[in-house]
């Protein structure tokens, strides 16, 4: 009994041991199934990165950017209701009309042609009192008239006869000669353009920007930009020419300007440096350059001055640091070379021997910091441009088209046909010409003290005229030479002030008002620039700006908020072609582009980079 007792006891102990062995395999068995999962996803984490590393070449960042604007545009100036009317109906071929169409007929000399019924019935006591004048210039024939009651006598149901151009064609047709084009234009620089205001009340556009970098190696690095601007609700890449090289599709802007949703390339380049000095080649980084940094919130965006040059180009660079063997704190020198329009490929006239003198436009110049601390620095720019072509290759919507055939082969057209862009057809734009060159430079003083930061430049301007734009749009505008009308070529000499100071808090929120003054003959090339109105570097007048910047995470994610007021006194800021004029004396000719002369902008802007 005693032996079963122990028999008993030993099954009952080995039972609970059993039970409790068991229990804590499970657990043991859970533990490791647990650490198991930390190291599958520890290793997952660390084969991650490992991949990263060896696999990803380049750094991606960046920066996605809102804005909404308030424009309103004071004091403008255009075409007359009337004149805009006529300019139509001349486009379409409907301004002169045969005399059999309207139910007439054609006594004494000329051409049988009249000007259409209604638009001489809409506008009658104006072209009433412009008929003299019409009549010496010999757009009307002072020897014949469209009898319209079959009289055989003028009187005052009869529509006077449009007289014969140097074509054997009607006055106000499509075709006509060379000798022509200063009666049109005097014509229309003797009416009065229309002055008005316009509003765009709400705009909103948004910028994304992904910037690329990688280093090679200790000497070798490679930078890059692709860049998407549009405005919210448009898919269109062409915009309506309006007089204003923005609003053309162009290799200069095309990424700078506000279209449609495409991801271009904006910067793409390589960077080889030694001990001393770096050279580097490709589309460079020539946009966002000092003192934009100021009111962007960022670090300096591009090497050129932006003063001078705010415009995307291909070329390449050599520069050297001076710090060493000069002894002056921050000195060094950069050579710059580039190109703006390639005449010899894609072209019209690319492989035609009789249009080889296009020549292609390249800028070279120099940068050099004179003096350079963290407290202050001393830089300037010079550039020269050589053979400036009158236009860039691009796309644009011309509201009607000018055509010019040159016959005798003489560099002059001999005829010109006006028609509609009754389709709104995108047109390939193209240089036609050289008309000249350019010398700029510029000096910028920036700097900081305490909570003050600070810049200001002057740069000076020299234009050389030597040739005349073959665009026959441009010649039938009369803007067809370098800051010159009617293939003038005159000199001209300009200059321009950009001024600006900051107040920066310790949390990192900034007040900034900037000024910029431009004179009538300043020119340079800052289409490029992020102004929706227009550069405030190439204006022709007054331009001030006051902004606060609030930081919300830094300078990762921050709300800006401005009001820019443009003041210009003269006419074409940012055109190389025609002569600038007092806005107050232009002429309805002058304004067959919209000029602006007064615009109020409110802008607001949400900025996140990472």
């Not at 001055?305 to 002056?328: P, R, V, Y």
Request: glycine letters at 12%.
């Amino acid at each position: 009994m005693r032996r079963n007792l122990v028999i008993i006891f030993l099954i009952a102990a080995f039972s609970v041991f059993s039970a409790y062995a068991q229990t804590d395999v499970k657990n043991l068995k859970k533990q490791i199934e647990d650490l198991q999962d930390q190291l599958d996803d520890l290793a997952d984490r660390v084969d991650t990165n490992e991949q990263h590393t060896v696999m990803d070449k380049i750094d991606f960042s960046y920066e996605l950017r809102t804005n909404a604007y308030n424009m309103s545009y004071k004091n403008m100036r255009g075409l007359p209701d009337w004149a805009s009317t006529m300019m139509g109906l001349w486009a379409f071929g409907r301004l002169a009309v045969p005399a059999g169409q309207i139910g007439g007929t054609p006594l004494g000399s000329g051409s049988g042609y009249t000007f259409n019924p209604a638009f001489v019935m809409a506008n009658q006591d104006l072209l009433q009192g412009m008929m003299p004048a019409m009549m010496q210039m010999g757009f009307i024939d002072a020897n014949g008239f469209i009898d319209m009651n079959g009289n055989n006598q003028f009187d005052m149901y009869d529509m006077p006869m449009i007289g014969v151009n140097s074509m054997g064609t009607p006055y106000f047709s499509g075709t006509f000669g060379a000798s022509d084009m200063a009666k049109y234009q005097m014509m229309f620089q003797g009416v009065q353009p229309k002055v008005y205001d316009y509003d765009n009340s709400l705009m909103y556009t948004t910028r994304l920007r992904i910037n690329m970098e990688s280093q090679i190696n200790e000497h070798l690095k490679f930078g890059g930009r692709l860049t998407m601007y549009k405005v919210w609700g448009n898919g269109a890449e062409s915009s309506f020419f309006n007089g204003q090289m923005s609003s053309q599709m162009m290799d200069g802007l095309d990424t700078s300007m506000p279209s449609d949703d495409k991801l271009r390339v904006e910067r793409a380049f390589f960077t080889y440096s030694w001990d001393g000095g770096h050279f580097s080649v490709g589309r460079r980084p020539s946009t966002d350059g000092p003192p934009m940094e100021y009111r962007n919130f960022s670090v300096v965006g591009g090497s050129p001055i932006a003063t001078l040059i705010n415009w995307q180009f291909d070329g390449m660079s050599l520069g050297f640091g001076l710090e060493n063997a000069t002894g002056i704190p921050g000195a060094s020198i950069k050579f710059c070379y580039g190109y703006g329009f390639e005449s010899g490929y894609g072209n019209s006239y690319s492989y035609n021997s009789a249009n080889a003198d296009v020549n292609d436009t390249q800028f070279g110049g120099l940068i050099a910091h004179l003096y350079r601390t963290k407290k202050i620095d001393f830089v300037l720019l010079y550039a020269h441009a050589f053979s400036i072509a009158d236009g860039f290759t691009g796309t644009v919507v011309m509201p009607f088209v000018v055509q010019g055939s040159d016959i005798n082969h003489d560099g002059v057209f001999d005829e010109y046909y006006l028609s509609a862009n009754n389709g709104g057809y995108i047109s390939r734009t193209q240089a036609t010409s050289n008309i000249g060159s350019e010398d700029m430079a510029t000096l910028l003083v920036r700097g900081e003290t305490g909570n003050v930061g600070y810049f200001v430049s002057y740069s000076v301007s020299k234009t050389s005229p030597d040739g005349r734009s073959m665009n026959p749009m441009m010649q039938f505008w009369g803007k067809d030479a370098l800051l010159n009308d009617n293939g003038g070529q005159d000199n001209h000499g300009g200059n321009a002030v950009w001024a600006g100071l900051t107040y920066n808090w310790e949390n990192g929120a900034r007040l900034g008002v900037e000024y910029n003054h431009g004179s009538k003959y300043w020119f340079n090339f800052t289409g490029a620039e992020d102004n929706i109105v227009g550069a405030k570097a190439a204006a022709r007048g007054d331009v001030y700006e006051l902004y606060f910047t609030y930081p919300i995470y830094g300078t990762k994610f921050f709300l800006t908020g401005g009001y820019q007021k443009y003041d210009y006194d003269y006419t074409g800021s940012g055109m190389p072609l025609g002569a600038p004029k007092k806005i107050e004396s232009a002429t309805a000719f002058d304004a067959l582009m919209p000029i602006v002369d007064k615009v109020d902008n409110i802008y607001l802007s949400l900025t996140a980079r990472y």
